[in-house]
């Protein structure tokens, strides 16, 4: 009977709840088991809807268990597992007889690799000996294609005139002397093509040729047979430079388009244009040079012209469009070649920059401004010209990136010239401002329009000085940045200038304010000067000016002209806002004109103190005489002639409301203490009447006093508002002047404002 199998085994602590060996539904071993499990998205998938910690606890029971699997395992065929060694028998043998064919075979691999080795040894022998043979092949190729081409170099160089002189002697001659010398090797001479274009029709042959071999010694270089052959090559190479330059120098005397062409062709060839550009300055451009600015001893013979360049250049250029152009025309040909020359900046640019820096070196001096400016805009209309001549935009930006363009422009110090301009513009208006006083001008432009009619002598040489920026006979377009600057730091200038004036006179303090004399001695009057060339100024620059301005920088981007035109603007408005700061200059002085007629108010209390004087019935004389400078002031002929309505009417509110604020002040100050000084002397009255045993009413007195005094003061600010009414202003509408008739009523007796 088999044993019956025991029940699992439960502890205390799980004998209610499920086995130990029981999992959740969601935990699952058996995908532990399959081939594409994969850890990370197993614990991913289930961290979705089970805790860290519960998933943790569930993996660490599960390895437990296989723990336990394992050794019940083991445990369980313990016998069989100790006896699994005593099973393995004669293992040595079998590994000899599996050892013997692998030892086998690895010799046969070894005798097959070592044959390979010297066969691949062999194949490279053979390939190093065949790359060293063709490489021997290709020199002795190289050395017999140099020695064919020096031959065939000096065998053609043979075929040229022997004697220099023969290129100008004729036709002629040297088809006679030719034909004899070489036969059929002219044969073309004989048919009647011209000699002159067969020699250089030959010489680019041989400058052809001349460039091969040039090719062939720079792939043969340090060879012993190269250089056994360098004097036959520079013999043949000094013979062909002489006899290409006196074919080219012939074919320039006489306009022979076919012989220059060919000759340029050759000059090309060997890469020798300098040589090219060199013969045509010397022999043609130079000539021609030295006849318009002399130099040297012809120089002294001819005696100078002075420093001048515009009638120079007005004669150069004819000569190059006469004697020059054949050549450009021929150098910028279309698919010929002959770009690689630059005959107008290397020979003809040259010759005349060496010209005026040997003939005229002062023209390049800015030392006179005007002729140098001059010179300079006469320099660039010549370049100018010149790339007139060039056939394409890529022509004009090479003969712009030559060295000898570059150094011409090098000679024009456009850095000193602004420095002197600057000096020049700026002390003018330096010297203006520090006039230790406001210097009035005869309106010389009074029939050129407001904006011109200046009245200041600082003012007009301020505009003069901006305009002086823009002219024609100074201004520089490479300079106008510069320029710029120039006329914004003329504005800042005028505008500090007044500013500063401005601060020093409502400070008042003179001795340490140099340069500001002129505000602190100006009369009102002089501030309507100010304020009428502040309108003109700010005009012209926001106007005209800066039209003018933009116009002259028409081709600088749309994003420059706009910069250009807020700086200017700028400037202009900061005109603009110091009118207010010289209107409340203007107001103060009025104030304070009006101010000394205002401290006699203080008299009436003199005059009503300790009196028997009746109630007033008439306004006091002073009254009359508080608004007299105001009105002056708008009445003068600077105000009418120069203030606009707007300007005057601001000009009156402001004065009328610090004049009335003033006015308050003082006749508050008098009505409060001629009220303590009435209760004071009411007390010391009750008080002697108290100690000498009698009883009177003396508040009557005092209250008549003060009364009085208001009275005095009310009849007064009735004709002052009269006076405010005559020049235009309500005074019901300025708070200072309501302040002011509730003061001077009383308040048991309070009044309406009327006049």
């Not at 002219?471 to 007044?498: H, M, P, T």
Request: include cysteine; aromatic fraction near 8%.
């Amino acid at each position: 009977m088999a044993d019956p199998i025991p029940a699992p085994h439960r502890s205390a602590t799980d004998f209610f709840s499920d086995p130990l060996d029981a999992h959740p539904l969601w935990f699952k071993p058996s995908l532990f088991l399959s081939q594409n499990f994969d850890s990370e998205s197993y614990i991913s998938e289930l961290r979705t809807f089970v805790p860290f910690d519960t998933l943790r606890s569930e993996l660490q029971s599960h390895l437990s268990s296989l723990n336990h699997e394992l050794i019940e395992l083991i445990n369980r065929d313990y016998a069989d597992f100790v006896n699994l060694s005593t099973k393995l028998v004669d293992v040595d043998a079998a590994v000899v007889r599996m050892r013997a064919p692998l030892v086998e075979l690895r010799d046969k691999i070894e005798q097959f690799r070592g044959s390979v080795d010297g066969a691949l040894v062999a194949l490279k022998n053979g390939l190093k000996q065949r790359s060293e043979a063709a490489s021997a092949r290709e020199v002795l190729e190289l050395l017999l294609d140099t020695f064919h081409v020096v031959s065939k170099v000096e065998k053609l160089i043979k075929e040229l005139p022997s004697v220099p002189a023969d290129w100008s002697n004729g036709d002629v001659n040297l088809m006679d002397k030719n034909s004899m010398n070489n036969g059929p090797s002219l044969q073309s001479v004989e048919n009647g093509t011209n000699l002159r274009e067969t020699q250089s029709m030959l010489l680019e042959r041989i400058a052809t040729e001349m460039n091969r071999l040039k090719f062939y010694i720079a792939h043969a270089q340090n060879l012993p047979f190269i250089e056994n052959m360098e004097k036959r090559i520079q013999s043949a190479s000094l013979l062909l430079d002489a006899s290409l330059g006196h074919c080219f120098v012939d074919g320039l005397e006489h306009r022979d388009a076919n012989a220059i062409y060919n000759c340029l062709r050759a000059y090309a060839a060997i890469d020798n244009t300098r040589n090219a550009e060199e013969l045509f300055r010397t022999t043609v451009v130079a000539p021609l040079i030295q006849k318009i600015i002399p130099h040297g001893p012809s120089a002294l013979d001819l005696g100078s012209s002075g420093d001048e360049l515009e009638n120079d250049y007005m004669h150069i250029k004819q000569c190059i469009d006469k004697d020059c152009k054949f050549l450009l025309e021929i150098s910028f040909e279309e698919n010929s070649g002959l770009h690689v020359f630059d005959f107008l900046a290397n020979s003809i640019l040259k010759e005349v920059l060496s010209a005026i820096q040997k003939g005229k070196p002062g023209a390049f001096s800015p030392g006179r401004p005007t002729e140098f400016l001059k010179n300079y805009k006469s320099s660039l209309d010549f370049l100018v010209d010149l790339e007139g001549y060039c056939p394409s935009r890529s022509a004009v930006a090479k003969f712009r990136a030559e060295a000898v363009y570059n150094d011409f422009m090098k000679q024009w110090n456009l850095g000193v010239y602004f420095s002197l301009r600057f000096h020049e513009i700026a002390e003018a208006l330096n010297s203006a401002l520090e006039s230790t006083s406001l210097v009035p001008v005869h309106n010389e432009h009074s029939g050129q329009g407001n904006s011109q009619n200046l009245t200041l002598k600082q003012s007009v040489t301020l505009l003069n000085s901006l305009k002086s920026c823009w002219r024609e006979d100074v201004l520089i377009l490479s300079c106008a940045d510069k320029f710029l600057r120039l006329s914004l730091q003329l504005l800042s200038r005028y505008s500090n200038w007044l500013s500063s004036g401005l601060t020093a006179r409502k400070v008042g303090n003179a001795g340490s304010n140099s340069g500001n004399e002129w505000a602190i001695s100006a009369v009102p009057e002089d501030f309507v000067y100010i304020i009428h060339d502040i309108n003109c100024l700010a005009m012209e620059v926001d106007g005209d000016y800066l039209e003018h301005v933009l116009q002259l920088l028409s081709s600088c981007p749309s994003d420059a002209l706009n910069l250009v035109k807020q700086s200017i603007s700028q400037g202009g408005k900061s005109l603009n806002d110091l009118i207010p700061k010289v209107i409340n200059t203007i107001v103060a002085a009025l104030v304070e004109k009006s101010d000394e007629d205002l401290r006699q108010l203080k008299g009436i209390t003199a005059t009503y103190r300790m009196t028997n004087k009746p109630l007033p019935v008439r306004h006091s004389p002073y009254v009359s005489g508080i608004l007299r400078p105001l009105k002056a002031f708008l009445e003068g002929e600077r105000a009418t002639k120069y203030l606009t309505e707007e300007t005057k009417s601001e000009l009156l509110i402001g004065a009328t409301t610090e004049i009335t604020n003033r006015y308050y002040e003082l006749a508050s100050e008098l009505v409060n203490v001629a009220q303590k000084t009435e209760t004071s002397l009411q007390r010391i009255r009750q008080g002697a009447q108290r100690r000498a045993g009698a009883s009177s009413d003396v508040s009557d007195q005092t209250v008549s006093n003060t009364k009085k005094i208001c009275t005095q003061l009310l009849l007064d600010i009735q004709e002052y508002g009269r006076n405010l009414a005559a020049l235009g202003v309500d005074a019901a509408s300025i708070p200072a002047y309501r302040s002011l008739w509730d003061c001077v009523t009383l308040p048991d007796n309070p009044i309406p404002i009327n006049f």
